[in-house]
């Protein structure tokens, strides 16, 4: 290989992993798929509690957008969690529990009910340094890996977006996470 095409490739990884993000010491990819489809990292933000720092939260999207209907609309998403603790099985499953009922319509949650439980049914302890991805997708509905091993999915483009109207929606975890996602923080 010449060496003007080794500098082309040297100059495209460098300008790969400049676009990675990092928040809290976390380095956040450029780039995600989502059913053989490529992401675009939207943003990226801290979740905290209290004075804890819980997880690095990311959302990837067709395109770039500080609008969370726009985001809410796209049909497909991803959000990964970079856990920067430890947290039971049981305070994650509530945590869901009471995003979903934040961020979606009290006239949604008697439908979304038993795929909520399954939702949830589907997450076990975390340690600090797991991955908990959600792949968000119109046809298939939300599917979660933890640490790159798929723990299964939820029907419904109802559900999917259930899901990412907790991030997204009018109280998510924190105004500052939500602001990071949408590329505003």
Do not use: C
């Not at 992401?39 to 959302?59: D, M, Q, S, T, W």
């Not at 640490?147 to 299964?152: D, E, L, T, V």
Request: aromatic share 6%; charged share 25%; net charge positive.
């Amino acid at each position: 290989m010449d060496k003007h095409w080794i500098s082309i490739l040297a100059a495209l990884a460098v300008a790969s992993v400049a676009s990675a993000v990092e928040v809290a010491g976390i380095t956040v990819p450029p780039t995600a798929t989502v059913a053989g489809q490529k992401l675009v990292l939207n943003g990226a933000g801290l979740r905290k509690k209290a004075i804890f720092k819980v997880y690095v939260g990311a959302l990837y999207l067709p395109s770039k957008t500080t609008s969370a209907d726009a985001a809410l609309a796209s049909g497909v998403a991803k959000v990964t969690m970079k856990m920067m603790r430890d947290v039971e099985a049981e305070k994650l499953r509530g945590a869901w529990t009471e995003g979903f009922a934040n961020n979606n319509p009290a006239g949604d949650m008697p439908k979304l009910k038993a795929r909520i439980e399954r939702f949830n049914a589907l997450f076990a302890d975390t340690v600090e340094g797991d991955l908990i991805e959600v792949d968000l997708n119109g046809v298939a509905g939300a599917s979660v890996s933890i640490n790159g091993k798929a723990r299964g999915t939820v029907e419904g483009e109802d559900f999917a977006k259930a899901v990412l109207r907790i991030w997204l929606g009018p109280k998510p975890p924190s105004d500052d996470l939500k602001n990071g996602m949408l590329g505003k923080g």
